[in-house]
């Protein structure tokens, strides 16, 4: 196209307007760009299309009262990247958004100011909602969710009912982790460091009658499918951790003089001969069995009631001061040896992790060791190595001490023939235990799912049947859970009362609801078919879009919320209901943004940034800009505003220079570079290197102001790779350019491999291995052609001349050694 030069007056007149107003008025252009995109509906997901599916995931946020903080923006702001280039890439994307909202925070709120938890909850998933669409994210509205709407919690307890159909659902009274603050019993991955969750109070130990999942059913499954999918390496390391599968052996210890025995688990059954006592957790039953010939039973019970007021996490603290009391009366049996072994009740033993019991080693296990010390038992070594004098031995070495295994210096070898005596003997077997226990899957609290049970007095639990879901929650003004830690619904006699499905009888309902990672295990599902009454999905639309593509979150749900969703999800596929076994085929995780100080933000230090006043201040893309910029994106940044105003010059540098275009096609001097910069952000966005992307793009407009020009074409190509981070500047330049529809869906630049690569470099000279100077060589030339330009030079050449070279070194690209004498 060629201008008149009044024409050309015009549209540079014209096109100054325009980047006034994108410098200067960006409050005019993030609405404008943000209403055309809703109007047109360019980020609604097609059903079952034509293109190549693309399906990204970020975890759906609890709509807090507070609303949104920068975190929120860097979780989103990589899937928000990655689903706008591939829609440029010409794939049908789904990117949802939907909200977690039953749980605790919520009811606390409610219960402080009199509101009910719909109004909270409905006021905040508005004021989010809000929010997210000023920051200009690609979500695709049509598809939001809310875990707390009838429709939805509907199929949460269809699943439930699914897994009670297939055994995978039991009740059991057991000591449990429960918050006397929020009064509610918590599961040990809600209660870590013996801390609540929500409130953060301490938790204490209390006996109720506890719902499971058995999810303990399905742990190898969740390992295996650790190797059919790409997470990141510490993601899945910790999903291995807190699964903790460990094979070994179970051995059975009889008790001295009498018919009965009690069994054990251990990982080392080749220490079995450094045995010298046994350590049982304070609730084990065989205590009660024989209380009549205890002879210390008073001290016993003395500590058995001391440890009931202990949590968790403090029993089985590692670095604490070792209690226990040793049973009088009871000796237990060597399996090998015959000979008589203590028994002892020590509070860092635990009912709920492998049987209850221990066989101690203390010259190889540091807990025994410290245990042996302070009771003043014998400690046998049978590994050779360090000093059992000072420490226990916890590495590996020769056999001693240890009969038939004398002389074994392999450790998988020693175990295989230990196990193989005890199965000749039948007192032991090979076995496999794992550290993760069943799901402990109620609370005691209102805003949650009902559990779809009934206990009637003649057929004992019995499922509500599925054509009655969903079990709705019933309206209350008291959100208060009793004293006692029973649930507000215990008190509505019209919601408690029915009538037995099964025989018609009157019934009691289960008063107790879903914990808040009930809703959040299956939601991914729910968006590919949020509107259906008759599934939880159409399978069609499952098969097309499943699995998850990609999913981003925090490194604090990659165990937790991951591995239930795993498990829910390998479930269903057991049932036919959805056709991949594993939900997300990609995950990865973002760092924690700091606040200006470098510490975690939080409102008691005053150090939090709302995004919302970085938005107003300097634009969505700057702040979308920003987030990217600041950093490794997997790592935690401290936040700079004076690195905020620094992606703010590069916006406006990026608007200015639509003054600087001139004709169309390629410039000979930027085409290299351009092609490099498309090269390097088409891979470091797809590898999550935002920062390097955004820092080839600054370096791509430095060129061009160097260079002072650039066509129209270059211009495009520069905001089609920056329009994924900040597409609102980048929407209203191509308009200015006269761009047909919207930049958001044109195609992604193209770089060719041959482009990118410097036809010059500069490769280093050492002499003798010290750096004598550079030599400009053509691109991958041949060693024989590099030596000769490399004599050539005529610093190098005098330096060698006289010298006979002895040695050639010669790394493409890089550098040449000549070795001389």
Known sequence: MVLLPVEYGAVCQNLYERRMIMRHEFRKIEPKWQKKWDEAGIFHAVDNGDKPKFYGLVEFPYPSGAGMHVGHIKAYSSLEVISRKRRMEGYNVLFPIGFDAFGLPTENYAIKTGQHPRKITDDNI?????????????????????????DYYKWTQWIFLKMFENGLVFRDTALVNYCPSCKVVLS???????????????????????????ITKYADKLLEGLDTVDYLPNIRQQQINWIGKSTGAFVDFKLSGKDDSFRIYTTRPDTLFGVTFMVIAPEHPMIDKYASEIKNMDAIEAYRENCAKKTEFERTQLV????????????????????????????????????????????????????????????????????????????DGKMINSDFLNGYTNKKDSIARMIKELEKL??????????????????????????????CPHCGVVPVPYEELPLRLPKVENFEPGQEGESPLARIDSFVNCKCPKCGCDAKRETDTMPQWAGSSWYFLRYIDPHNDQALADPEKLKYWMPVDWYNGGMEHVTRHMIYSRFWHHFLYDIGVVNTPEPYAKRTAQGLILGPDGDKMSKSKGNVVDPLDVVEEYGADVLRTYVLFMGDYGAATPWSENSVKGCKRFLERVAALTDMVSGEGVTPELESAFHKTIKKVSNDLEETKFNTAIAALMGLVNDIYAKGSLTKDELVTLIKLLCPIAPHICEEIWESLGGEGFLSL????????????????????????????????????????????????????????????????????????????
């Open 126 to 150: 508005v004021k989010f909602t809000n929010q997210l669409k000023r920051v200009g994210f690609s979500f695709d509205w049509d598809r939001v969710i809310d875990t707390t709407e009838e």
């Open 188 to 214: 040990n991955e809600d209660s870590q460091g013996g801390k609540c969750d929500i409130c953060h109070s301490d938790i204490v130990q209390k006996s109720k009658t506890v719902w499971y999942l058995r």
């Open 426 to 455: 039948g007192v032991g077997e090979a076995g496999v235990q794992y550290k993760m226990k069943d799901w402990a899957f109620n609370r005691q609290r209102y805003w949650g799912e009902p559990i779809p049970i009934v206990h």
């Open 320 to 395: 604490k001061e070792k209690t226990g009391v040793r049973i009088e009366g009871l000796t237990a049996s060597h399996p090998l040896t015959g000979k008589e072994v203590p028994i002892y009740i020590a509070d860092y033993v635990m009912m709920g992790y492998g049987t209850g019991a221990i066989m101690a080693v203390p010259a190889h296990d540091e807990r025994d060791y410290e245990f042996a010390k302070k009771f003043g038992i014998d400690i046998i070594q049978v590994i050779e190595g360090g000093n059992i004098e000072e420490a226990a031995y916890a590495g």
């Open 746 to 821: 044109a195609s992604w630049p193209q770089y060719e491999e041959s482009k990118t690569i410097d036809a010059m470099v500069e490769v280093g000279v050492q002499i003798n291995g010290k750096v004598r100077g550079a030599v400009a060589l053509p691109a991958g030339c041949e060693k024989d052609e590099a030596i000769r330009l490399v004599l050539e030079d005529g610093r190098i050449h005098s330096l060698v001349d006289g010298k006979t070279i002895v040695k050639q070194i010669y790394v493409p690209n890089k550098i040449v050694n000549l070795v001389v004498k």
